[in-house]
Nanobody, 113 residues
Framework: VQLQASGGGLVQAGGSLILSCAASGTAVSVNLMGWYRQAPGKQREFVARITSGGITNYADSVKGRFTISRDNAKNTVYLQMNSLKPEDTAVYYC????????WGQGTLVTVSS
């Protein structure tokens, strides 16, 4: 199983980015899929999740700004990030919940003030 996150970059505070997580070896449609992030010097933390039925949940820190979605045909999970803040700077990863697969390299999001 591979979960490849992409779409990160440098953005100014208040800007937007959309991250993608392309899955191979497992179907995103039947799994509880999640986005996580790890800021410099901090532990990895939960950001958002989407159930097989499409129900979504978010960490309080991103609620109202981030949206998780899924394209079953492309076997890809997305994270739309709006109103970005410097504290959103982190490496973002996707995985199942619980995270049973390798984390991979993630994708770096840097938000400048």
């Amino acid at each position: 199983v591979q979960l490849q996150a992409s779409g990160g970059g440098l953005v100014q505070a208040g800007g937007s980015l959309i991250l993608s997580c392309a899955a191979s070896g497992t179907a995103v449609s039947v799994n509880l899929m999640g986005w996580y992030r790890q800021a410099p010097g901090k532990q990895r933390e939960f950001v958002a999740r989407i159930t097989s039925g499409g129900i979504t949940n978010y960490a309080d820190s991103v609620k109202g700004r981030f949206t998780i979605s899924r394209d079953n045909a492309k076997n890809t999970v997305y994270l739309q990030m709006n109103s970005l803040k410097p504290e959103d700077t982190a490496v973002y990863y996707c995985n199942l919940i619980p995270p049973i697969y390798s984390w991979g390299q993630g994708t770096l999001v840097t938000v400048s003030s």
